[in-house]
């Protein structure tokens, strides 16, 4: 569709800055720094973009290699695709181990020295966390931005759902959301009159139906107080059937490929299962989509340096704004060489995500005045639990999750413990056990099985798979944390970012108690319980005697919370720093509480509100 994506050499940068002042710098090509540079690339605002990775996938060709990097890697982790990267590294679940007592040096980018070991992840190439996201896009309940106030939980946010509501609208348009309202609308998820989605809802799996058959209508009890539950598809960001109704009548028209020299890309959701890591043909929204609409607009001015790694931010130490940034630019994802320059901007917008964020005011000395840059670190904790249906049930057909259970997101019950959101995986055990891989072992070292029968079994038994992914709402701690130590450095003499992080007891009794909803489940729909967690395993979490293995979700928050309360946050309700009044901290950071929502839709919602203030700055 579009083609005129195009890379800015640092000559051409450098000239650029001695003819034109750029007026913003944006860090991160992830959503937000998409969203932003949209917007004010649409005011007519001359706008610099940093990207840390090479930039390969701006082109069919590029995004194809990383498809093929994906289909030729042995593990088929969330970075697969993505080469590794020494001067822009990132965390893979591969190579994942906790800092050992005495240790002067880590082997992973992410050094992990709390006692907890998570798995989380991002990724650090142009289009940032989009390119491997399972692109859910729930909005958050509105009692989720009041949990102090209602359940005396974390912290309120300084927003309220109706605050949001218009923002969450443009964003589902942005990504061109497929869902119905009427499935949306639960736990006081209010719409306006008439709204609908910019493309008709994804249809549950069949694997969804079938447990949807058996369950549907049941309820369960907790703290007193009985939830009916009932198996609803998710919001998606991938393209379906484009709603006719939206826009009043005017229709939606999904976005396709960022490359004119599509054949069958960026078209209707296929339904295949590795869309987690990498879609195959682009129906799955990523930013590169939102900034393809940038690069090609005849008003304001775009600029991509990649390759470029932001180093440190400059601040006048009396006015206490930000003077510029130091970038280092490299030649070579293999070698060190690289060449240190300082860009100056009106206003400065760090759009990495919740580690990256931090990280880089850290390493730069800027520690916020209320001491909370890189503390109240989130991620929602994942318990998964899996079992044997009764018959064939379809899995491995449709995306990685079409429809789950959402009853337990809200309830009164969270003055007590956490709520959570329940997936259900059409790809079976793959996230558990490494389903397919381990079932062919199991079934040639175990059953000695091959040729048809090999086949035959094979297909019968992961058929049947069902895994149930637990969503578990992490509160803020200001003990967990992001931090940086001179002694982790990466191959540009970077700081690497340290976590602490503990899964707290309050998301443990939620844990306990998905479990137990694990069992009652599968008890319903006749499946046989599988579940089985590993003391050894990196994610072991020992809880009143039982033992639970916690994935990490990828949702990172938290870091540079917003606030009215300058003493209590980082950044106001604009995601404006406190101390520094041309510097944005935008994404998930600035999230006070997480819930049970992805987080991908609010945050985006957020910096769309952020934009009007960066304008409105810049004016």
């Known amino acids: 569709m579009i083609s005129s994506i195009k890379k800015t050499s640092l000559a051409e940068i450098k000239a650029r800055l001695e003819q034109h002042p750029i007026e913003a710098v944006i860090v991160g090509t992830g959503i937000s720094g998409a969203i932003i540079a949209n917007e004010l690339t649409k005011a007519g605002k001359n706008v610099l973009l940093l990207e840390a990775g090479p930039g390969t996938n701006l082109t069919l060709q590029g995004y194809n290699e990383f498809l093929s990097n994906f289909y030729g890697a042995t593990s088929k982790d969330n970075q697969a695709p993505y080469p590794v990267n020494p001067n822009a590294s990132m965390p893979r679940s591969t190579n994942l181990r906790k800092l050992q007592p005495g240790e002067t040096d880590s082997a992973t980018y992410m050094v992990q020295s709390g006692p907890y070991v998570t798995d989380t992840n991002y990724t650090r190439v142009y289009g940032g966390t989009t390119m491997h996201w399972e692109a859910k896009t729930p909005r958050m309940l509105p009692e989720d931005f009041k949990s102090q106030t209602l359940f005396g939980q974390g912290v309120d946010w300084p927003l309220g759902y109706d605050d949001l509501e218009e923002f969450y609208q443009v964003a589902e348009r942005e990504i061109g959301v497929s869902a119905d309202v009427e499935d949306q609308s639960y736990l006081g ?26 369950l549907d209508g049941t309820e369960v009890e907790l703290y007193g107080q009985r939830y009916p539950l009932k198996i609803r598809p998710f919001p998606q960001g991938r393209n379906g059937i484009p709603n006719d109704k939206y826009d009043r009548g005017q229709g939606y028209v999904p976005v396709g490929a960022v490359s004119n020299h ?22 799955r929204y990523h930013s590169g989509k939102t900034l393809a609409k940038a690069f090609q607009r005849a008003t304001g001015s775009i600029h991509l340096l990649v390759q470029a790694v932001a180093s440190r ?6 006015s206490g704004r ?58 929602h904790s994942y318990l998964l639990s899996w079992a044997t249906m009764p018959e064939i049930c379809g899995t491995m057909r449709g995306t990685s999750v079409t429809g789950g259970i959402i009853d337990l997101r809200g309830g009164a019950f969270r003055r007590h413990q956490a709520a959570f959101s329940v997936d259900i995986h059409n790809d079976g055990w793959g996230w558990a056990v490494g389903s397919p891989y381990s079932d062919l072992t199991t079934l040639v070292d175990q059953y000695n ?22 969503m578990i709402e992490v509160m803020p701690s200001e003990s967990n944390r992001v931090t940086v130590d001179p002694q982790y450095t990466d191959q540009l003499g970077n700081m690497r970012p340290v976590v602490s992080f503990t899964v707290p007891e309050y998301t443990m009794r939620g844990a306990a108690y998905a479990r137990e909803f694990a069992r009652t489940v599968f008890a319903r729909v006749g499946a046989a319980d ?22 990490g979700g990828n949702h990172l928050a938290g870091t540079h919370v917003m606030g009215n309360d300058r003493n209590r946050s980082v950044v106001d309700t604009n995601q404006r720093s406190w101390d520094h009044p041309n510097l944005y901290l935008v994404g998930g950071g600035s999230m006070p509480t997480i819930g049970t929502a ?22």
Do not use: W
Not at 189 to 214: C, H, I, N
Not at 540 to 549: E, M
């Open 189 to 214: 998820v209010t719409f306006p009159k008439d709204y609908v989605y910019p493309m008709k809802g994804l249809p549950l799996s069949y694997l969804d139906q079938q447990v949807a058959k058996r």
């Open 262 to 283: 599509q054949i069958e890309i960026g078209e209707r959701c296929q339904g295949n299962t590795n869309c987690v890591p990498i879609c195959p043909v682009q129906a």
């Open 313 to 318: 931010v400059v601040i006048d130490p009396v």
């Open 322 to 379: 930000v003077t510029a940034l130091e970038v280092k630019v490299y030649k070579d994802p293999k070698s060190s060489e690289h060449e240190t320059v300082t860009i100056a901007a009106t206003i400065f917008v760090l759009a990495s995500n919740a580690i990256e964020t931090p990280r880089l005011m850290l390493a730069s000395g800027l520690r916020s005045s209320s001491g909370l840059i890189g503390r109240n670190l989130m991620d």
């Open 449 to 470: 099985l091959f040729g048809p029968e090999l086949r035959r079994g094979l297909i019968n038994r992961i058929s049947s798979q069902l895994l149930l992914a637990f």
């Open 530 to 551: 599988q579940s089985r967690y590993d003391p050894g395993d990196y994610g072991y979490v020992a809880y009143n005697g039982q033992g639970y293995a916690i994935r």
């Open 598 to 619: 992805n987080v991908t839709l609010t945050l985006a919602a957020l910096c769309y509100r952020s934009a009007r203030s960066m304008l409105d700055q810049l004016q």
